[in-house]
């Protein structure tokens, strides 16, 4: 297997939604605007195989001394493999001199996270309004 990692923000809408479908992620059903957050995203990391989204890393960021990282993605036959590692890895990279890198991670993925360097809030929780529009 030969993964390409690629830091274009131009992903086609049927590879973001078939990648955000296959990990249920709700925002699948919005390809449009999923496309639109993509492009507007400070960076983006993305994994192919050949011609198959197969994984993607995103960041939001003040550009200065914070980054959001909202979206972390594998599809599952490509999960344990290292892929999602290796995101990680090359974002952190690029905001290695920011004083804050945030992140909300589900109950199944604090283990991977901290593998990764990240560590729980102690006393913060995440809060969240969650409301899409067609």
């Known amino acids: 297997m030969n993964i390409r990692y690629s ?7 049927a590879s973001l939604q078939g990648l955000f479908l296959s990990v249920e992620w709700d925002s699948g059903n919005y390809p449009e605007k999923l496309q639109e957050a ?51 890895d090359i974002i952190l ?16 993925a604090i283990d991977f996270y901290q593998k990764c360097g990240f560590e729980v809030g102690q006393g913060r929780l995440p809060m969240i309004i969650t409301y899409l529009r067609t």
């Open 7 to 13: 830091h274009s923000k131009e992903i086609d809408r």
């Open 38 to 88: 993509i492009r507007n995203s400070h960076r983006v990391i993305s994994a192919w195989d050949g011609d198959k989204l197969i994984g993607l890393i995103n960041a939001l960021s003040d550009g200065v001394m914070t980054a959001y990282f909202p979206y972390l993605l594998v599809r599952p036959e490509y999960q344990k493999l290292g892929i999602g590692k290796r995101l990680v």
């Open 93 to 108: 990279e690029e905001y290695k001199d920011y004083a804050r890198k945030v992140l909300i991670a589900y109950d199944n």
